[in-house]
C-alpha cells in the first residue's frame, strides 16, 4: 500500500530526526586551549587562529572557553 505524507510531516521528521550538538563551542575551544597548553604550545589569540578559529569567535568565546579549561585542567587530590 502506498502512503503519502504531507510536506510538514515530512519538514517535522526531519528536524526530530537531525543530529543535536552536544557541546558548545566554548567547550570545543577550551579542549584546544588544554591541548595546545599540555603540548608546551603557548595559547593566544594567533595560535588559536592557526587552529581554525577565526579571529572573531576567539574575542567572544575566549573568557568563557578559558574559564572551562582552567576548571577541566585543575586536579583534586584526597
Same mark, same amino acid.
Given at each position: 500500500m502506498?502512503?503519502?505524507?504531507?510536506?510538514k510531516q515530512a %519538514? +517535522? *521528521?526531519?528536524? %526530530? +530526526? *537531525?543530529?543535536?550538538?552536544?557541546r558548545t563551542l566554548e567547550e570545543?575551544?577550551?579542549?584546544?586551549?588544554?591541548?595546545?597548553?599540555?603540548a608546551g604550545q603557548n595559547v593566544s589569540v594567533e595560535?588559536?587562529?592557526e587552529r581554525g578559529w577565526t579571529k572573531n569567535t576567539v574575542h567572544r568565546l575566549a573568557r568563557a572557553a578559558t574559564a572551562i579549561a582552567r576548571r577541566q585542567s585543575t586536579r583534586q587530590v584526597a
Open positions: 502506498i502512503r503519502y505524507i504531507s510536506n %519538514v +517535522a *521528521a526531519k528536524i %526530530v +530526526a *537531525a543530529p543535536k550538538c552536544i570545543r575551544m577550551a579542549d584546544d586551549m588544554r591541548e595546545m597548553a599540555f595560535t588559536l587562529i
